[in-house]
């Protein structure tokens, strides 16, 4: 056995590692989107709400698309793993002498081949890919994107007018000057 079964199947995990930062990406896209979409509704602006609301659409279907087959690549990459772990087993077993096999039950080492190797499934690989897309949606991209989509609304705002937009009206009635003195 040469490296981890997570190395050893390093271009399936790779691949479906990288379809989730991108599959993430694009939905904090599309939720940044969604601003110029209210934007341009309150605006009245209906060629523009069109054409970012499809935007948006098409956006969210690539989402769909994508995590249909990061999902695919990612439990192909684990059945791939699962079989890995198998064949180690049964090369175990294989290697032992009669005297050392009938020391447990059979039972034991279906136990092994299947529920034990089920639980590492479930416990080990499919944990580590919901904690790389937990760490994508809420640490890799939310502060970044944050600053990112505070500065392009902002912008908008400036750009737009601030007294245009109900985001721009909520703004200048909360956020008087203070006078001091």
């Known amino acids: 056995m040469d490296g981890t079964y997570a190395t050893r199947k390093w271009r ?40 970012e609301l499809g935007t948006v659409f098409l ?4 989402t769909f698309l994508i995590g249909l087959l ?11 793993m699962s079989i890995l772990i198998r064949k180690d087993i049964v090369a175990g077993l294989v290697a032992i002498n009669l005297e050392d096999y009938k020391k447990h039950d059979g039972s034991v080492y279906e136990s092994w081949l299947q529920n034990d190797v089920n639980l590492i499934e479930q416990h080990a690989f499919n944990s580590f890919f919901y904690t790389v897309r ?10 970044r994107v944050m600053v990112l989509s505070l500065y392009t609304f902002y912008c908008c ?9 109900l985001t721009g009206a909520f703004i200048s009635r909360t956020c008087r000057p203070c006078h001091f003195g």
């Not at 691949?15 to 939905?27: D, E, K, R, T, V």
């Not at 110029?36 to 069109?50: G, W």
């Not at 937990?134 to 502060?143: A, E, I, L, R």
């Open 157 to 165: 705002l400036l750009r737009r007018g601030a007294t245009k937009s």
């Open 12 to 51: 399936l995990n790779l691949g479906a590692i990288f379809l989730l930062i991108i599959n993430s990406a694009i939905q904090v896209y599309a939720a940044t989107k969604m601003t110029v979409v209210a934007d341009s509704l309150i605006d009245h602006q209906n060629v523009i709400f069109l054409r």
């Open 59 to 62: 956006l969210w279907t690539s």
């Open 134 to 143: 937990f760490f994508c949606k809420c640490n890799f991209f939310s502060d």
């Open 70 to 80: 990061q999902i695919y690549i990612q439990q192909t990459a684990i059945q791939d």
